[in-house]
């Protein structure tokens, strides 16, 4: 899953999968490489659920 600025680089979901294949032990590769689901706000997002709640 790629999050941050780099989920914006749509060119990275067609060109990473391959480059990836070479460097993976067994022969097989079938991990696919995803957005993450709030894109680049997925760290921001992540870090805000850290954060303790006022109050309790």
């Not at 097989?28 to 709640?53: F, M, N, Q, Y």
Request: overall charge neutral.
């Amino acid at each position: 899953v790629l999050g941050g600025g780099m989920s914006n680089v749509e060119r990275l979901y067609q060109t990473v999968p391959d480059l990836v294949k070479q460097w993976v032990f067994g022969g097989e590769c079938e991990t696919p490489i995803r957005k993450a689901l709030h894109g680049d706000s997925s760290g921001v997002r992540g870090a805000a659920w850290l954060w303790p709640l006022q109050g309790t």
